[in-house]
């Protein structure tokens, strides 16, 4: 790193039941960042957490409201500094990496970068959420444009201008999830670079649940592309309801001209109504649109607000 920028960097470890991991966690980012200060986000843990971060020299800190969103949240709300480096505190991301990542946000005035996971030990990352991964990258490709390597990554280095102006709406472990869509909508310079991902020490257990976390996550994708693209949302939507009232119509129509009846006059009514609530749609996403323009310029102008990370 370069010491003569001096930048404040913060360091922040969300951490629930990882006794055995985060004092090597907290020691490996404290000899990587030696500048930095590191803050261990304890949410509700039953064991030592919060006694062997503190002996491990972080200030410890304590989040009630359990799951991860509210520790961001709250992380982001407290703690004041030019750049920002969050990793998860089981000791599965490489501290070694943080350098190198606080760096390339620095010389290129990044406001997000995301370290890329490349595992090699078996254990470290399992089958189903490598899959997973995949999947729900894609699917954040297809409908924002444009994604990450890795959406799912928890060892981020943030600008101050992107944490202060980020509004945590997440609760789980989608928080990664709505953290890249933020970047994505307001159009910020982000970089990634590959990090080595290991497997937890004994005594650390995953909190992930491949199913309950892998539907939240993609409620939340949905949920966005619906805030965020109204038009197309309510559109689609829109644009299906015409499509089947027109499948549903032409035998309808063919009878009307062959006889001058309608004899299936409540196939008529159902057509009629899913016509009337496609037009609804389609209005329906052009004023939300107008909505969503509003909101995306408040954010935008929060986040110029504040200075360019140096």
């Not at 985060?22 to 509700?44: C, E, H, M, S």
């Not at 760096?103 to 959420?129: I, N, P, W």
């Not at 992107?162 to 953290?179: A, D, H």
Request: aromatic share 10%; with cysteine; net charge neutral.
């Amino acid at each position: 790193m370069n010491a003569a920028a001096s930048p404040k960097i913060a360091v922040l470890l969300p951490c629930y039941n990882e006794e055995a991991a985060i004092a090597a966690t907290v020691a490996g980012f404290r000899a990587a960042l030696p500048g930095a200060i590191v803050y261990v986000y304890d949410n509700n843990s039953r064991d030592r957490t919060r006694e062997v971060a503190a002996e491990a020299g972080a200030t410890v800190r304590t989040e009630r409201q359990q799951g991860k969103g509210h520790v961001v949240r709250r992380m982001f709300a407290d703690i004041d500094a030019d750049v920002y480096v969050m990793a998860d505190g089981d000791l599965t991301y490489d501290p070694k990496s943080a350098p190198q990542m606080v760096d390339l946000l620095l010389a290129e005035q990044f406001d997000m970068v995301v370290g890329t996971r490349r595992h090699e030990e078996k254990d470290a990352y399992r089958g189903g959420h490598v899959l997973g991964n995949k999947l729900f990258t894609g699917l954040l490709s297809g409908l924002f444009g444009r994604s990450f390597t890795d959406i799912f990554s928890g060892y981020r280095v943030f600008s101050r201008r992107f944490v202060k102006s980020f509004p945590v709406l997440s609760s789980g472990f989608e928080i990664e999830t709505e953290m890249s869509v933020h970047a994505l909508e307001l159009r910020m310079p982000v970089g990634e670079i590959e990090t080595a991902y290991g497997a937890r020490p004994e005594g650390s257990a995953s909190k992930l649940s491949t199913f309950s976390d892998g539907w939240r996550i993609l409620k939340t994708i949905v949920t966005l592309y619906r805030v965020e693209r109204p038009v197309l949302f309510y559109g689609t939507i829109g644009a299906l309801l015409v499509a089947l009232a027109i499948v549903l119509a032409i035998p309808l129509v063919i009878t009307y001209f062959q006889t001058g009846l309608v004899p299936r006059f409540p196939t008529a009514i159902l057509v009629t109504g899913m016509t009337i609530v496609a037009v609804l749609c389609f209005f329906t996403g052009l004023i939300l649109d107008t909505v969503t323009r509003g909101r995306r310029e408040l954010r935008r102008l929060a986040y110029l607000s504040l200075a360019a990370p140096q």
